[in-house]
């Protein structure tokens, strides 16, 4: 990195950490703090929602996910416009009416108070660790490019975000996620424009997009029933529906961000912004990942893309194999350049020679397969060592192929998305402990002041839950997939507790109680014994706790039936 991309990068960080914390300082009451005063304007909103949803993670991984293996990503997002049409037409409403500072106060009016402190646990147990991730995923890269230490890296990140977050409550989150949202979108739309600028003059935009469609890179929809398969058609819009309407419905760290809306209205047009920007921009992210899959048929691409495994595998016993292997790709790179460009030239005489297709496929197999030894090589040399490297492609090539400028602009982009979300999680910790648990159970009557103190104490106590969790993570398959799998195996059992409560009246909180119970319990065991794809444990979730809701409730004796109050129902 040059002068000016630190300039660039340190500028912007400081600048909306600074706006942050000045412009929202000195909340009075509760109400301030945690709801903003309920003066968010519906823009606002709809950007405060994207922002908390667009993490570190959306921008570091899903670009990597794109390059290996194609748009078909996009698909987990088609449930997400259905479920904002629920959320405005059933969830907002009912908020608004009962003026709940968090989404489970709702169910202890509807059923008791074990069950909503239930969903409280359940959402700060995945949110913590979610939070954690958020912090993780940006520390990777300065880690990686300055060979600091991750564990100070998260320590730094982490800071940051709590300084304006428990300065400010929800009014700096949202006021900062304007900031935030302006340098995201920003930096990924010239990023793309100079990934095309960096293709051969001779390549246009389309038949870039032949060559990866010839290598199964725009494969945007399957339309299979292998429930083993992770994303179809079918998993997003009924897993996915059942995760985004549980993510958006009931989670706090979003339903903080419309309760701050003016009005009904105001919250429902932030959402349907939300629903109608949401799917465009996860693909527009792909589409980088996979014009960046292109970029590297005629530009050399690393055995590896990890620098901490290079490192590793450098200073062991199987260097030797592993610059083979490097001469290997060298030779294939070379061949797969002159291929891709004899393939280019004749599809401008719209004709599609098969045996240049299946050659440059063949290519592309072969330096899989190099890679793929490479990983051995690695595992080998350290067990521990994880040895995928999706996260690391669009940060190779960031640090590697951007001009000057460009380069902090990136970074402050994901840093910018990693502040936004992260910010948005430790709010609504902070919020859901202070009113849900602390609140509950504090002795005596005691001030507004008191509980606004209480819930910056509750946000730098999750802050720093937030940074212990970062520095024991690792990656999984893909940090992008990771929060989504934790998401799953929670969110299911919460839509289930709140689906009951805003639809089924005859469900009461005894039986709903223990069906979600058990429901989460065989949810987590469906996970570990790996029987389905983890977007299908949304649907399990939700079902198990309504059928089991059903089934112990004509078992359980309830006392005399009182009427649902009409602010209770949907």
């Given at each position: 990195?040059?002068?000016?991309?630190?300039?660039?990068?340190?500028?912007?960080?400081?600048?909306?950490?600074?706006?942050?914390?000045?412009?929202?300082?000195?909340?009075?009451?509760?109400?301030?703090?945690?709801?903003?005063?309920?003066?968010?304007?519906?823009?606002?909103?709809g950007l405060s929602v994207m922002a908390t949803q667009?993490?570190?993670?959306?921008?570091?991984?899903?670009?990597?996910?794109?390059?290996?293996?194609?748009?078909?990503?996009?698909?987990?997002?088609?449930?997400?416009?259905?479920?904002?049409?629920?959320?405005?037409?059933?969830?907002?409403?009912?908020?608004?009416?009962?003026?709940?500072?968090?989404?489970?106060?709702?169910?202890?009016?509807?059923?008791?108070?074990?069950?909503?402190?239930?969903?409280?646990?359940?959402?700060?147990?995945?949110?913590?660790?979610?939070?954690?991730?958020?912090?993780?995923?940006?520390?990777?890269?300065?880690?990686?490019?300055?060979?600091?230490?991750?564990?100070?890296?998260?320590?730094?990140?982490?800071?940051?975000?709590?300084?304006?977050?428990?300065?400010?409550?929800?009014?700096?989150?949202?006021?900062?996620?304007?900031?935030?949202?302006?340098?995201?979108?920003?930096?990924?739309?010239?990023?793309?424009?100079?990934?095309l600028s960096y293709l051969p003059?001779?390549?246009?935009?389309?038949?870039?997009?032949?060559?990866?469609?010839?290598?199964?890179?725009?494969?945007?929809?399957?339309?299979?029933?292998?429930?083993?398969?992770?994303y179809t058609l079918w998993s997003g819009l009924a897993g996915g529906f059942f995760l985004m309407l549980s993510y958006f419905g009931t989670d706090q760290s979003q339903v903080q961000r419309y309760l701050s809306g003016k009005s009904i209205r105001e919250s429902q047009m932030g959402l349907i912004m939300n629903g109608l920007l949401k799917v465009p921009m996860q693909f527009f992210i792909l589409l980088i990942g996979v014009m960046v899959f292109v970029f590297f048929q005629f530009h050399a691409a690393p055995l590896h893309f990890n620098p901490n495994n290079t490192k590793i595998i450098n200073n062991s016993a199987y260097v030797g194999e592993y610059h083979k292997l490097e001469k290997d790709l060298e030779g294939v790179a070379a061949e797969k350049q002159e291929i891709s460009m004899l393939y280019v030239n004749q599809l401008y005489q719209d004709y599609d020679n098969k045996e240049l297709h299946n050659r440059m496929?063949?290519?592309?197999?072969?330096?899989?397969?190099?890679?793929?030894?490479?990983?051995?090589?690695?595992?080998?040399?350290?067990?521990?060592?994880?040895?995928?490297?999706?996260?690391?492609?669009?940060?190779?090539?960031?640090?590697?192929y951007l001009p000057k400028g460009m380069i902090g602009l990136l970074l402050a982009v994901i840093f910018s998305a990693a502040m936004s979300s992260s910010a948005s999680g430790l709010n609504a910790l902070a919020s859901t402990t202070a009113m849900d648990i602390y609140k509950r159970n504090v002795k005596g009557e005691k001030s507004e002041k008191h509980y606004v103190n209480a819930t910056k104490m509750f946000t730098l106590f999750w802050g720093i839950i937030a940074i212990l969790f970062a520095c024991i993570g690792t990656l999984f398959e893909n940090l992008i997939q990771l929060v989504n799998i934790i998401g799953s195996i929670f969110y299911g059992t919460v839509l289930g507790i709140f689906l009951v409560a805003f639809y089924i009246k005859y469900i009461r909180a005894k039986a709903i109680f223990y069906s979600a119970l058990i429901s989460q319990a065989t949810v987590i065991y469906i996970f570990l014994m790996d029987i389905v794809s983890f977007l299908w444990l949304n649907v399990i979730g939700a079902g198990l706790t309504i059928g089991l809701g059903l089934l112990l409730q004509s078992f359980i004796k309830s006392p005399p039936d009182e009427e649902i109050p009409e602010s209770l129902q949907a």
């Open positions: 990195m040059q002068l000016l991309d630190w300039v660039v990068l340190i500028v912007t960080l400081l600048f909306i950490v600074s706006y942050g914390a000045i412009k929202t300082r000195g909340s009075k009451n509760v109400e301030e703090y945690i709801l903003g005063s309920n003066q968010t304007p519906w823009w606002t909103v667009a993490s570190a993670i959306t921008f570091l991984s899903t670009p990597g996910q794109a390059y290996h293996d194609g748009l078909g990503f996009v698909q987990f997002y088609f449930g997400l416009p259905i479920a904002m049409i629920v959320i405005c037409y059933t969830f907002i409403p009912i908020y608004h009416r009962l003026k709940v500072y968090t989404a489970y106060e709702f169910l202890e009016q509807r059923f008791d108070i074990k069950t909503r402190s239930l969903a409280a646990i359940l959402f700060l147990i995945q949110r913590g660790l979610g939070t954690g991730l958020t912090i993780y995923a940006p520390a990777i890269i300065l880690s990686s490019l300055l060979g600091w230490s991750l564990n100070w890296m998260n320590f730094i990140i982490g800071t940051l975000v709590i300084i304006y977050t428990v300065s400010g409550g929800t009014r700096a989150v949202n006021m900062t996620h304007k900031q935030q949202t302006f340098v995201i979108m920003t930096g990924m739309i010239v990023t793309f424009f100079i990934i003059d001779e390549l246009s935009f389309n038949n870039a997009l032949h060559i990866a469609g010839a290598n199964d890179k725009l494969n945007a929809l399957d339309l299979s029933f292998d429930t083993d398969k992770r496929v063949a290519l592309n197999n072969q330096e899989k397969d190099l890679r793929d030894q490479a990983k051995e090589l690695i595992k080998k040399a350290d067990v521990k060592a994880e040895t995928n490297d999706k996260d690391y492609v669009f940060l190779y090539f960031i640090l590697n």
